[in-house]
């Protein structure tokens, strides 16, 4: 049975959700933090130790002022009301994105999240906030030479944002979609995708489990046989 070290998601399909539920886009997103909850909580039983999840990508500022700033509320209401909770449950909050586009505020309670839970090592949660997997590789190869060091594979992997992270074991795409947007393009070169039918919001820690069980029964050659 393959373990699993690490798993990556992209959240999708909140606006549709909350159109044909709710009547609104922005209420299909507040949905969406239920079922961020009972994920976490899964990848927590089930022993995992690091969880990505695309937040907000380089792209979505090509949304609605709105939405954008719908988002950005939720966000920082979740981290207000959670962090006590991500602490007692020995959990790592680690943001990987380019943070300077952000309000002084924000990058301040996003700072404040990581310092406070820098210690906790049962379970790393990767927010990918404004985050693209182009800048990111772009933002890599300016470190490299500004460092004038060479460019090799592991100088690349060790100056991303996710440096000193594993490779993900697998990546669930919910939102019935079948493209990466952007997310972990470097990363995700080995990794088994998942693409799921159900909107987010309609994606159940039972769901979860089942493409969990389906992972650890396949036969992953890296290129071997
Ligand atoms: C994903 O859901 C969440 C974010 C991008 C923040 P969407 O908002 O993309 O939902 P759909 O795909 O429009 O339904
Ligand atoms: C990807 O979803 C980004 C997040 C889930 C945060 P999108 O809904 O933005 O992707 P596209 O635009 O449909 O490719
Ligand atoms: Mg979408």
Redesign the pocket.
């Known amino acids: 049975m393959n373990p699993i070290k690490h798993v990556a998601i ?10 044909k539920n709710k009547g609104t ?1 922005n209420l ?2 507040r949905a ?1 933090l239920n079922t961020l909850e009972s994920i976490i909580k899964e990848t927590l039983n089930q022993k995992i130790k690091y969880l990505t999840l ?4 380089t792209e ?1 500022w090509k ?1 609605p002022k709105k ?1 954008i700033s719908f ?1 950005f509320t939720l966000l920082e209401n979740f981290l207000q009301k959670k962090i006590n909770s991500l602490v007692k449950n020995k959990i790592r909050l680690n943001i990987i994105g380019n943070k300077k586009k952000f309000s002084a505020q924000l990058q301040k309670l996003l700072s404040d999240s990581e310092k406070k839970t820098n210690k906790n090592k049962k379970l790393q949660i990767n927010l990918a906030l404004n985050y693209g997997s182009k800048e990111e590789i772009l933002n890599t190869l300016r470190i490299i030479i500004k460092k004038k060091h060479k460019i090799t594979e592991k100088n690349i992997t060790e100056n991303l944002y996710t440096k000193n992270i594993p490779n993900p074991d697998l990546l669930i795409r919910t ?1 019935n ?1 079948h493209r990466l947007s952007n997310f972990l393009l470097w990363q995700i070169a080995y990794t088994e995708i998942f693409f799921e039918k159900k ?2 919001p309609d994606f159940k820690d039972k769901d979860y489990r089942k493409i969990l069980n389906k992972f650890r029964l396949l036969k992953r050659n890296f290129g071997a046989i």
Not at 54 to 57: H, I, K, P
Request: hydrophobic share 30%; net charge positive; charged share 20%.
């Open positions: 992209i959240m999708d399909g909140n606006g549709r959700w909350g159109i886009r299909g997103h969406g695309y937040t907000f990508s979505n949304r939405e988002l939102g979609t909107l987010w």
